[in-house]
């Protein structure tokens, strides 16, 4: 065991804080009391034998060197072991330094819509199409497009241009539009934007947008803009004022005056566990009242239900889904919307980064239960289905293969780690030994410990060590793993047992600890 300890204690592969039994926040003070505790603990002139004091000199210099490169104000972090490793590690850090720049200069966001005409699988036509090939399959097509895309370049500190396009076509006929916005932050208290646009159908367009913080809780958008169309100039207008009526709630009225005027006024309440809307608009030609409630679980996923009801000129639609995460950065819903004159659609939409796929699926003009029925469980069962058997196991094959690849990394650190815990309880026994002894009526001895990760049922020792003492003799064998943590400790004579899952605080001594005689 002590062959290996002289490559055991490198200065690049320690953790000081750890080392030295402090909070990464301790004090100068705190650093030094730890310091001269331990070397107490360590001094090679504390041990005899031979082999205990080559063991006592390696732990001692090992303790001795963070005060060596400690400097107030700045953190000890953990380095590589090589050059190589060194090189290769800042490289990786580089890219995403670079990725994450990049990302925020240009802040690119998209989206597309792709529309899908299905109402061929409830409103079938037979009689007309009986003799057409392939008749008796469902006719599906696409109907509808559309793509969008937006990216920023600042130009100075207060300039930033942003250049948007997009393409839409439905039923063969479509079009296209370009922009190009240019916005100015005057002051903390606002900023300004003028539009430029042309496309193929309406022509060129010229925009301006302020916006204004009125009062720390209340602020003021407003707009114009010039559409140039084969028609002659349409302009428009529109003012926004908002204001923060509690921490969660904020109440909106606005004014838009052109081709669709209208009044709307909303209220959004948004906490840690709900999203509510209510929204009440007086236009021409659109008026409507529209209620919306959304409750958010509280769970890894961040699963999302919601349910709203519009209704107006134009009738009434209902609309209900889900949300949930998918994905470190993407993000899966599905909405059944059902109306009168409507009909009945599903719409899918998927969310990665900053772009936007949605796919809305029109399954019937009218309101026909069966085709709610299909719209709601089918997604569900789809869903469940793919996340069982192929989201599910991807992802844990690619756990067991990064922890796979962490215990090989970290094999050779563990068998350091676990040489010096070794190592220190040897050289910690004489010295635990007498402080237990004239205390033995009132003391907490820590006698072992053992860890168990989830997916195995074997304990695994953790080592001896007294809780006064500190971390020295504690190391742990399977690093990156959930486990869980079995404790036997000693307290005024009596034995005691534990089992707590190694990131929840443990408090020791307590009665429901102890272990009956007879046991």
């Known amino acids: 065991m002590a062959e290996s300890l002289d490559d055991a204690f490198e200065f690049n592969d320690q953790d000081y804080y750890s080392l030295l039994n402090v909070r990464r926040e301790a004090t100068l003070e705190e650093l030094k009391a730890s310091y001269r505790r331990l070397c107490m603990l360590y001094h090679p002139d ?10 006592a000199e390696l732990l001692f210099n090992q303790v001795s060197t963070p005060p060596c490169h400690s400097v107030e104000g700045w953190e000890v972090v953990e380095r590589k072991r090589t050059p190589a490793e060194i090189r290769e590690e800042y490289e990786r850090l580089q890219r995403e330094r670079e990725e994450r720049r990049l990302q925020q200069r240009t ?19 037979d009689e007309d199409f009986e003799e057409v090939p392939g008749g008796g399959f469902p006719h599906i097509e696409i109907n509808k497009m559309h793509i969008s895309q937006s990216i920023e370049a600042p130009l100075t500190n207060s300039d930033t241009a942003v250049l948007s396009g997009s393409l839409s076509t439905h039923n063969g006929n479509g079009g296209g539009n370009i922009n190009m916005t240019v916005r100015r932050v005057t002051s903390a208290q606002g900023w300004g934007e003028v539009e430029f646009g042309a496309g193929d159908i309406l022509g060129p367009l010229i925009g301006l947008k ?31 004022m908002a204001r923060h009526l509690d921490q969660n709630t904020m109440g909106y009225l606005q004014w838009r005056w052109g081709s669709n005027s209208a009044m709307t006024t909303s ?12 929204a ?9 009242l529209m209620m919306s409630y959304q409750y958010k679980f509280q769970d890894e996923d ?22 949930r995460k998918i994905s470190r950065h993407s993000v899966l819903s599905a909405t059944v919307s059902m109306g009168i004159p409507q009909g009945v659609t599903l719409k899918i939409k998927l969310v990665r980064a900053s772009q936007t796929y949605l796919f809305p699926v029109h399954l019937t003009d009218q309101l026909l239960p069966s085709a709610v029925f299909y719209a709601t469980v089918g997604p569900l069962l789809v869903y469940m289905a793919v996340h069982r058997l192929i989201i599910i196991p991807y992802t844990q094959a690619q756990k067991e293969q990064e922890l796979e690849l962490q215990r090989k990394s970290s094999a050779t650190d563990i068998a350091k780690k676990k040489q010096e815990a070794e190592s220190a309880v040897l050289l910690m026994q004489e010295s635990v030994r007498r402080i237990i002894e004239p205390r033995s009526s009132m003391s907490l001895c820590l006698c072992s410990a053992w860890s168990k990760t989830l997916n195995s049922s074997s304990l695994r ?19 990156g793993e959930e486990k869980s943590l079995k404790l036997l400790y000693q307290f005024r004579g009596v034995m005691h047992q534990v089992i707590s899952a190694d990131t929840e605080p443990l408090r020791i001594p307590k009665q429901s600890h102890r272990i009956e005689s007879e046991s």
């Not at 690119?108 to 036509?125: E, N, Q």
């Not at 020792?461 to 690093?479: E, H, K, M, W």
Request: proline residues 7%; positive net charge; aromatic residues 12%.
């Open 461 to 479: 020792p953790l080592s001896f060590f007294y809780v006064q003492a500190g971390l020295p003799g504690f190391y742990d064998p399977c690093v």
């Open 46 to 55: 504390k041990h005899r034998d031979p082999e205990l004091k080559r063991q």
């Open 302 to 323: 961040q699963t999302k239900v919601k349910g709203s009801v519009k209704t107006g000129w134009f009738g009434t639609v209902v609309e209900y889904g889900a949300e």
């Open 267 to 278: 209220l959004v309440r948004d906490t840690k566990s709900s999203h509510f809307t209510l």
């Open 107 to 125: 802040n690119p966001k998209g989206t597309i819509s792709v529309g899908v005409d299905a109402t061929d699988l409830f409103d079938r036509y």
């Open 210 to 240: 302020v916006f204004r913080n009125l009062t720390p809780r209340c602020f003021l958008t407003a707009q114009c803009g010039l559409q140039f169309s084969p028609r002659g100039v349409r302009p428009s207008c529109s003012l926004m």
């Open 280 to 288: 009440l608009q007086l236009g021409v030609p659109h008026s409507y």
